[in-house]
């Protein structure tokens, strides 16, 4: 198929894709809790704009033409890669699934999705849509599975030619064993992160609290760049936790499909447990709770949104991703302070900064050793910004023109010249 009609029948996916937006979002509420606003108004949103991004790059994926020392002509082709295994998780499934499925396309390869166990549906629903735009039968593959059976056999088939995965660290390293162990198929990985805003010492308190506090518990907590370490100065701390603990108090929680409502259930009984037990874990090593702590209600999975001060490097809410509505704030003097402290971490996903002073922004924002720095705004995530982590938050870059990379295989073509009239 030529690039140009793949590019056709991606915008025509994108087109249906916003034309049904209400059930899809309705679709990702159901699997995952999140508000059914934060799905219909931000995230379907997004994903269509992804969609449409990378149908407008499929006929513009081009090799180059090459000089050489001597009578030959050089030229790189830039080729589907093959088949392109992925393995999406359950915070975001249409995002992730619009992340991976969207440049593999573009670059003509075929796809073997495997959704999360938690978040089935939207999946589902979307590949029948992409049908109905005219994409062949066997080229968009979705499975629906569990990671150590389905996860496993794609991470370790012989005929699959790529691999990207997005979930924990942990599991991230098992899917790179697995993918090393079989053919050696090249592995793209978007893994865990422990994100560091910093609130400098010339803020303003109450824009700082706002952005902070959706840049932790926006999707409940459950992002992967969460900035979940609120580093702020010291000037400023004790009036920022005052602040930030109302703020927390006055966040909506309730059944997700009300309208109004900013934070709806985890998304299973697991990850309830674990925010609890790192809840625990955080009181027990000394932070002082400022607010929240505990379920909301009686029902569901619900958390209270949870605010922590007092918190210390060395604490487990401070190092481990606790992917949940739990906000822990860090008190620093000075810029080399905290660059060290914000660095000393075995993440590297992202980091927001809150400043009005360029130097102090650009100081920063060239020490952090993160895939992402955002500068006075948090999660902008649009379709043409790479994203992707240093250290152990992975490896590779989704989104914009780098993640064509993860899909092509560049071929060097050279042709010997008789008798050039010129090289």
Request: charged residues 20%; hydrophobic residues 40%.
């Amino acid at each position: 198929m030529t690039a140009y009609e793949r590019s056709k029948i991606i915008l025509r996916f994108a087109d249906l894709l916003e034309q049904h937006t209400d059930e899809i979002a309705a679709l990702e509420t159901w699997d995952n809790g999140k508000p059914y606003e934060q799905a219909a108004k931000t995230e379907i949103p997004m994903t269509v704009r992804l969609f449409r991004y990378y149908a407008g790059w499929a006929d513009k994926i081009h090799g180059l033409t090459v000089p050489a020392d001597g009578p030959y002509h050089v030229q790189t082709l830039h080729e589907p890669i093959g088949v392109a295994g992925q393995i999406i998780p359950w915070n975001f499934p249409m995002l992730m699934f619009s992340w991976k499925v969207g440049p593999a396309l573009a670059c003509g390869n075929t796809v073997v999705i495997k959704t999360a166990e938690q978040t089935p549906l939207s999946a589902v629903y979307a590949a029948k849509l992409f049908h109905e735009a005219g994409l062949p039968d066997g080229v968009l593959n979705v499975v629906s599975g569990f990671g150590p059976t389905a996860g496993a056999a794609l991470a370790s088939h012989m005929e699959v030619d790529k691999l990207a995965f997005t979930g924990s660290t942990d599991t991230g390293k098992i899917v790179l064993e697995l993918a090393s162990k079989s053919n050696l198929k090249p592995v793209t990985l978007e893994l865990g992160g422990k994100s560091a805003f910093i609130v400098c010492e010339d803020a303003d308190v109450d824009q700082a609290v706002e952005l902070s506090h959706s840049a932790v518990f926006f999707n409940q907590g459950q992002c992967c760049c969460a900035g979940s370490r609120t580093f702020v100065h010291e000037h400023v701390y004790n009036e920022f936790v005052e602040k930030a603990r109302a703020r927390a108090m006055n966040r909506s929680v309730g059944d997700p499909f009300k309208v109004g409502i900013e934070q709806g259930p985890q998304v299973d009984s697991d990850q309830f447990e674990k925010i609890l037990r790192c809840i625990r874990s955080g009181v027990e090593s000394g932070a002082i709770l400022e607010t929240g702590g505990d379920r909301f209600g009686s029902n569901g999975y619900y958390i209270q949104p949870t605010v922590f001060s007092n918190v210390q490097d060395d604490m487990s809410i401070a190092r481990e991703e606790i992917f949940g509505p739990v906000q822990s704030i860090l008190k620093f003097k000075d810029l080399d302070e905290v660059i060290k402290r914000a660095n000393n971490s075995r993440y590297g996903l992202a980091a927001g900064i809150f400043t009005h002073n360029l130097d102090t922004a650009n100081t920063l924002s060239r020490a952090l050793k993160v895939g992402t720095v955002w500068i006075n705004c948090y999660d902008v995530f649009d379709a043409a910004v790479p994203f992707g982590g240093y250290k152990m938050s992975g490896n590779g870059r989704e989104k914009g023109i780098y993640s064509l990379n993860n899909y092509l295989q560049v071929k060097a073509v050279v042709t010997a010249l008789k008798n050039p009239s010129w090289l």
